[in-house]
């Protein structure tokens, strides 16, 4: 199958869909035009390291897969189970190369351990904190297990961290429902730094967000913690902050900034209560990074999965394209209102594992 690129989101996000969709159904994926949106377009250093990650989970074969490519194929075999190491060498984000490996091995043989380097707090990308705190505990639902024991943090610019990932084999998902968020429980946090960077802008930040969330929600629970991160847990100098609200029906959102030179410690906390609280006006169940990763699980889950969303970002536009273009399950948007966002229906097609 060949996919162009360079359609709607046009960047990494199609490369990683199509090719984890092509290694669950065994067929191969020309990808062209990657990355055509972007100012730099063709693969970046990230990219590369999870194709490669990918070509040796399925024991497949890959063309293409050169820094500034712009067109890949992979033919994978079969989905092995053991040991897979990835090293971007970058600040390229672990949490990226998590969410491309993730779906694939959850149809391997037996469980399996990724071992994956770079950056955990980096640019333009979710924290680890995100896939452990916020998207762990919802796919659970639909039967996914892993686990992540983070090593080392690195921090962007310079990267260097690494994450170990246990993830379980299933042998079919189940579908999801998300449409009722209910009341908010309790929101909670953590800043942090590393390095040679002084406690107190950690300090700092959680004080910032626990102000400005305690003033926006005056009834609900916050507790923000202030964290320096021990020296052998860290690699090189990093700040950030993530912001997490809890609500009565389970329902987790998130909003996360890092640190930059030059940038207040009271900017960066805004800018992830900021992120939080934009999703927090909608009547949603997920945030707007959850809810283009749930896509690829709703396609796999057996039966009829819903979730309650706010408006549709581009990301999550184009992992429905991708979707039912490689793996034909069936989706819907309905758009409720302004104030309520939207429902993403999912008829997925029920991919069993052949090793169960």
Do not use: W
Request: charged share 20%; aromatic share 4%.
């Amino acid at each position: 199958m060949i996919i162009d690129g360079s359609i709607m989101e046009g960047g990494g996000q199609i490369l990683r869909n199509s090719v984890s969709f092509a290694c669950l159904l065994n067929s191969s994926v020309c990808v062209q035009n990657i990355r055509a949106g972007r100012s730099t377009p063709g693969l970046r250093a990230q990219h590369m390291t999870g194709l490669q990650l990918i070509r040796d989970i399925t024991s497949g074969k890959l063309d293409g897969d050169k820094i500034g490519s712009t067109s890949v194929t992979l033919s994978p075999t079969s989905i092995g189970s053991g040991m897979f190491s990835a090293d971007t060498r970058t600040a390229g984000s672990v949490c990226l190369l998590m969410q491309l490996a993730l779906p694939c091995l959850l149809y391997a043989p037996e469980a399996s351990t990724l071992i994956l380097k770079g950056g955990t707090n980096a640019d333009m990308a979710p924290p680890i904190e995100y896939m452990t705190d916020v998207l762990k505990p919802i796919v659970k639902r639909l039967g996914v297990e892993f686990d992540c024991d983070i090593v080392k943090r690195g921090y962007y610019p310079k990267g260097g961290g690494e994450i170990h990932v246990t993830v379980n084999p299933v042998k079919q998902l189940k579908p999801l429902q998300l449409l009722e968020r209910g009341s908010l429980a309790r929101i909670t946090g953590c800043a942090f730094v590393a390095g040679v960077l002084p406690f107190k802008i950690a300090q700092t930040m959680a004080r910032e967000a626990h102000k400005i969330l305690k003033k926006q929600f005056p009834d609900v629970e916050i507790n923000v913690e202030p964290v320096q991160e021990p020296a052998g847990k860290a690699h090189g100098n990093g700040t950030g902050i993530m912001v997490m609200a809890e609500s009565s029906t389970g329902c987790r959102m998130a909003g996360s900034a890092i640190g930059r030179k030059g940038v207040p410690a009271e900017e960066v906390a805004r800018n992830a209560v900021d992120e939080l609280t934009n999703n927090l006006k909608y009547d949603s169940c997920v945030d707007e990074h959850l809810q283009d990763q749930l896509i690829i699980f709703m396609a796999l889950a057996a039966g009829h999965s819903s979730i309650r969303c706010g408006p549709l970002t581009m990301h999550t536009q184009t992992a429905i394209h991708v979707a039912e273009k490689i793996m034909k399950a069936k989706f819907k948007v309905q758009h409720i209102s302004d104030k309520k966002g939207c429902i993403i229906e999912c008829d997925g097609i029920g991919l069993q594992n052949p090793s169960l």
